[in-house]
């Protein structure tokens, strides 16, 4: 007997390929951020999550949190309720294949690629190969390492990521051999992320450093995905803070750091020499000053390959005491926020107030004045009348349903266009109750902009839901969320947010010139067609005026909650929602089909609304310098 081993065809010639092409890195933790929105764990323990006092006006909260690196620029971070198991790696990215002879491990050939495009590979058909790939997670060029010896340092200042074909290879045969990439993190990531967007301003200096070396470098070998040889560690000097590359996310500034060494970093100290900002209105502060340097904290981490170890750093602005001024005809639904849900949100300290857990910083007491008046009553000359001094008229004036202005002559609307002119805050909605409402408000928008201004209905009725406009500003994407969710329906993937109105017509405006207001929705409702031809809901563009084509955009009977319960939310009035804590939360809603249901944000846009009121009565308020047009 005899037996014999089949012997492979190899050909001399480069008569077929390889093509590479990048699927993504792979996440260590796909548990991270399970139920939560941040998709971030926060530690919160020992040092971490402390306030400390910077100035009379400043606070900086520093805390701890970590995740997956990149994963916070994940496109549709928020809705998510658990990680796959890779994020994507943006197109353009760099990264470095060398292919190896299988049967004698000589080099064959190496390669510079890029993500999002398929690299082709000409190699021996029924050859087999090993090939390793890695990247700087960049769009930098890589070098050709020794290939007798492929090893690099592992670099301090940018990302690692590896990946091969394992020992068992590829054998290419005579149509090709398609391989997709999936890379892995090689380092651990020091992340220290400074957020501006509750101080209403921007750094413009800022000079810190690692209290202590937490970066090491390591010689890794490209065929071994591992480091020897021990750990050097690093200094990395004054720490290099970039803008924030998320559109989102233009007040953050970063500093982003790696090392080999994760045992390194169990907690870090970040110590701030200096730091200097400029609010919103052009005053500077120096908020910190090398003769009085803060360090903060953050502790304690669970350090790892592939690891992202965040320090917070967020800037709080202290809102100085206001007066508010709330209008409506009754305290039955909380119209004008003078009573119910809409006025325990915005007095709840854990959301406006000066508690380390406050989300928009407040000195109190502040203080809200109601006026349940009869419409046409004139109440407005007992609050900004001229001859009231304008220290002592409201900061903010919200005025819900059905307060109409006087009808006898224009002096209400006078008194308001001044008074708005000057830089109060005003919130006006606007709803029927005859011709006298939408009159005496048409001839205001008529007296602040133009007067080819008209109003009329949008002839949609209770439960007609509006499409937010995708604007990026303080009121769609301010500090208590942008109210916005995933729907799904087939292939297609919407991430959008809604306002409801409650339990009467829609109300809108056209003739404001574009280029005078922020235009948050058409006067087109979900479910019908159409090209919006006025608006239901603006902000000015330079003047402290929200208008509102619904007076009962605030409206729930309950003090909070869901009305009449989350379980079976009506559907057509009362679009205004918190949860047990008072904090504003999305409520199911819509007039019609199942179709045409959504979840309406009348509730975290109010908040946001009132954060923003507060923000302009701070820096151009008719109390703190006007408007500085």
């Known amino acids: 007997m005899s037996s014999c081993t089949k012997e492979k065809k190899i050909s ?51 805390y701890a949190t970590e995740g997956n690196i990149g994963e916070e620029l994940s496109s549709n971070v928020a809705s998510k309720t658990k990680l796959s198991a890779t994020e994507t790696m943006s197109n353009g990215i760099t990264y470095r294949i060398i292919l190896y002879y299988k049967d004698n491990n000589q080099f064959a050939k190496s390669f510079q690629c890029v993500a999002g495009t398929p690299f082709e590979i000409s190699v021996q058909q029924g050859r087999e190969y090993i090939w390793y790939a890695y990247s700087y997670n960049n769009n930098e060029d890589i070098s050709q390492p020794d290939p007798t010896n492929p090893t690099i340092t592992t670099p301090i200042d940018k990302d690692l990521l590896w990946a091969t074909s394992g020992p068992a290879g590829v054998v290419s045969n005579s149509t090709g051999v398609s391989l997709p990439i999936t890379f892995t993190h090689k380092l651990a990531q020091i992340y220290v992320k400074i957020n501006t967007k509750s101080l209403y301003g921007n750094i413009t200096d800022i000079d810190a450093e690692f209290s202590q ?84 904290t953050f502790e304690t981490f669970t350090p790892q390959i592939g690891k992202s170890h965040i320090g917070n750093l967020k800037l709080h602005h202290l809102i100085g005491q206001k007066k508010i001024l709330h209008l409506a005809i009754s305290t039955v639904y909380g119209y004008g926020a003078e009573a119910k849900a809409a006025r325990n949100m915005i007095t709840d300290t854990r959301n406006f107030g000066n508690n380390t857990n406050s989300l928009v910083k407040i000195a109190s007491p502040y203080t809200h004045v109601n006026s349940i008046a009869t419409s046409g009553t004139n109440a407005l000359n007992t609050y900004i009348g001229s001859s009231i001094p304008n220290i002592d008229q409201p900061d903010i004036i919200i005025i819900g349903y059905y307060y109409y202005f006087l009808a006898a002559n224009n002096t209400e609307i006078n008194l308001l266009k001044s008074y708005v002119d000057k830089g109060g805050v005003l919130i006006l909605m606007t709803d029927d109750d005859g011709t006298a409402v939408t009159g005496k408000h048409l001839d205001f ?63 809108e405006a056209s003739g404001i010139p574009e280029t005078s207001i922020y235009s948050y929705s058409g006067d087109i409702r979900v ?46 009035t009362q679009p205004f929602a918190t949860n047990n804590n008072n904090f504003p939360i999305r409520k199911a809603y819509g007039l019609g089909i199942v179709a045409n249901h959504r979840e309406v944000a009348n509730s975290i846009l109010f908040a946001n609304m009132m954060a923003w009121a507060y923000m302009r009565s701070e820096f151009f308020g008719i109390n703190t310098g006007g408007l500085r047009l």
Do not use: C
């Not at 924030?244 to 750091?257: E, F, G, L, R, V």
């Not at 301010?478 to 993937?493: A, D, H, L, S, V």
């Open 527 to 572: 479910g019908e067609t159409g090209t919006p031809t006025a608006t239901t809901f603006f902000r000015d563009r330079t003047k402290n005026f929200i208008w509102i084509g619904d007076a009962g955009f605030l409206a729930n009977e309950f003090a909070s909650g869901t009305y009449p319960n989350t379980l079976t939310p009506s559907l057509l």
């Open 213 to 296: 070396n937490y970066t090491a470098s390591s010689s890794f070998s490209i065929l071994s995905g591992i480091t020897s040889g021990g750990a050097t560690v690093v200094s990395v000097g004054a720490l290099n803070f970039t803008p924030h590359p998320h559109p989102d996310s233009t007040h953050i500034i970063q500093a982003k750091y790696y090392t080999s060494s994760p045992s390194l970093i169990n907690s870090y100290k970040v110590t701030i020499k200096s730091l200097s900002v400029q609010y919103v209105n052009g005053s500077t502060a120096n908020l910190i000053v090398p003769a009085t340097p803060r360090e903060a």
């Open 445 to 507: 928008l008529r007296l602040m902009y133009s007067s080819s201004v008209t109003m009329g209905t949008t002839g949609y009725g209770p439960g007609s839901i509006y499409k937010l406009n995708d604007i990026d500003d303080m009121i769609l994407n301010g500090p208590f969320g942008n109210g916005k969710y995933t729907r799904t329906i087939g292939p297609q993937t919407f991430f959008e947010a809604f306002w409801g109105e409650d339990s009467s017509i829609t109300w």
């Open 12 to 62: 001399s010639e480069e008569n077929s390929k390889i093509i590479f092409n990048v699927i993504g890195i792979k996440n260590y933790d796909t548990d991270l951020g399970k139920n939560t929105q941040t998709q971030f764990k926060s530690k919160n323990t020992g040092l971490s999550n402390q306030e400390t006092q910077l100035t009379s006006k400043v606070y900086l909260n520093e």
